[in-house]
């Protein structure tokens, strides 16, 4: 049976991936801090899960649950790196503790688990990396900051990786969402004028979901949804012109009623 383990599982993309893998009859191990949140989901889906609590911007902690995870369902053939925050104000109004939490969850962390299973699925000849990225990494977008940092570095160290791999048998998948229908995506594009919210296009992270498990078994390299997103990769230059002419302002958190902060969970 196979072993998907899947960070950021308590929410929306990750949660979805959990009930896809589950209903493919995978073994899946969900990580995340939420503990009630993945208990209910992993009742609400059955299957074979085991649950790991952990705060994966603790980097010293943070690939704690991966042997005990290996020990109960066997080596992990599929992780996916997807928990992630995501913080949406002006450059100036980042605190360094948010920065560097968000740094440290959304790329370093990835970079450490995937360190650690790595030797492994080199010795095997197999094995799947997939890493959540977002199409922040190409069309940045003012107010994030940070995340694009986080992003276009997990991104382009994603897809390095895949280079670096292609003869092994290690299959490395970078995802680019566009938004996506998420606590994480609601909470953010709060920060901008109700126009530009209503002009986005955004998916659904069931279909994400689907799309991510289909990719991995046709080991595709990249995936990005929703597609007309794509074009911000082809056309790099003309999505940066573009933003400059026309991307929103971002709402100062002052002006942000509290039930809409940007902050992380
Ligand atoms: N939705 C979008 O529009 C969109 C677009 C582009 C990229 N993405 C990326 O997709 C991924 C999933 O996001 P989502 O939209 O599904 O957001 P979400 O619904 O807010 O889920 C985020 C997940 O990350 C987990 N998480 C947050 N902080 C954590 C920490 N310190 N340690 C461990 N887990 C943590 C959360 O669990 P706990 O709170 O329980 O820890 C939750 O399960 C993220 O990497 C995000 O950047 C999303």
């Not at 289909?214 to 003309?238: H, S």
């Amino acid at each position: 049976m196979k072993h998907v383990a899947i960070t950021g599982a308590s929410s929306g993309i990750g949660a979805a991936l959990v009930e896809e893998y589950v209903s493919q009859g995978a073994a899946v191990t969900l990580v995340a801090r939420r503990r009630a949140d993945m208990e209910a989901l992993a009742a609400r889906v059955g299957g074979r899960t085991q649950i790991f609590v952990c705060d994966l911007s603790d980097l010293s902690r943070c690939c704690d649950w991966l042997a005990p995870a290996a020990a109960h369902f066997g080596p992990i053939d599929v992780l996916i790196n997807n928990a992630g925050v995501q913080r949406v104000l002006p450059a100036a109004e980042h605190e360094d503790s948010d920065l560097d939490a968000m740094l440290n969850l959304n790329l370093l962390a990835p970079l450490h688990l995937t360190r650690a299973v790595l030797p492994a699925m080199l010795q095997r000849g197999s094995g799947t990396i997939v890493d959540v990225s977002s199409t922040a990494a190409y069309a940045p977008t003012p107010g994030m900051w940070g995340y694009i940092a986080s992003k276009a570095g997990s991104g382009a160290a994603s897809e390095g990786l895949g280079i670096e791999l292609a003869k092994t048998g290690v299959h490395v998948l970078t995802v680019y969402p566009g938004p996506v229908d998420t606590p994480l995506a609601r909470t953010g594009y709060a920060a901008y004028p109700d126009w530009a919210q209503k002009l986005l296009l955004t998916g659904d992270p069931r279909e994400l979901a689907r799309r991510i498990c289909a990719a991995v078994e046709l080991k595709q390299r990249v995936l990005i949804y929703p597609l007309p997103y794509a074009l911000c990769r082809f056309f790099p230059g003309i999505t940066r012109w573009l933003l400059r002419l026309i991307a929103p302002p971002v709402r100062s958190r002052h002006a942000l009623p509290a039930s809409t902060s940007s902050s992380p969970h």
